[in-house]
């Protein structure tokens, strides 16, 4: 009932977009290494990319909004890896045989590590597909839950903002912490009242 109440609504109402790019961590923390191997079965650890931004996708074959938005990701990746953004897919869940299929129709461009028995439970995922972005030093300090055009003029952006303003503050000193974020763009008034009055959000997600 609660579903027909919302789908009702945004019938009459304009679509409402994505709230922001990415939400900033409240508390930036450090990740902890993992070890999980790709669709090769090739080990790969997050202490790999050490140095690099990491754009972590957590996500899985059977979640619509995560396969809808891989084609914008790995657009992203080509975009920026050469600028020191790398994107890395996490398939929460054993299935390999499924992600190879869903990769000979989508391939994409970036690397996709298999958690088969969910070790990255810690990571607090509760819905698919879930993003963090992870800064050279190894700190969370943005996520996106939902689906998002990654693809976009704004979020191509809103990453390399992220980028530039690091490599400025490494030939400056400063620290991470000295910063000034990066703005991103807010809710609108409509997606607040959604969100605090049904607990409904415009991104699009699998609940795990």
Not at 32 to 43: D, H, I, P, V, Y
Not at 144 to 164: H, N
Request: net charge negative.
């Amino acid at each position: 009932m609660r579903l027909i109440l919302l789908f009702s609504v945004l019938i009459v109402i304009s679509p409402v977009s994505a709230g922001s790019l990415m939400e900033p961590m409240g508390s930036k923390s450090k990740t902890a290494n993992f070890n999980l191997e790709n669709t090769r079965g090739e080990e790969v650890s997050l202490s790999d990319y050490k140095g690099k931004f990491v754009l972590l996708n957590f996500w899985a074959t059977w979640c619509a909004p995560c396969r809808k938005e891989m084609p914008a990701m790995s657009s992203l990746h080509n975009d920026l890896k050469d600028a020191g953004l790398e994107v890395v897919g996490v398939h929460v869940g054993p299935s390999l045989a499924g992600v190879k299929k869903f990769l000979e129709s989508v391939p994409v461009s970036f690397t996709i590590l298999i958690d088969k028995d969910m070790s990255l439970a810690s990571w607090g995922v509760q819905g698919l597909p879930t993003t963090f972005l992870i800064n050279p030093e190894g700190l969370l300090i943005f996520k996106a839950i939902g689906e998002r055009e990654w693809d976009s003029p704004e979020m191509v952006k809103f990453l390399q903002d992220q980028v530039t303003q690091y490599e400025r503050m490494a030939e400056s000193g400063q620290t991470d912490e000295q910063a000034k974020p990066v703005k991103v763009k807010k809710k609108s008034f409509f997606a607040n009242f959604m969100e605090k009055t049904f607990g409904w959000s415009s991104d699009d997600t699998c609940d795990l």
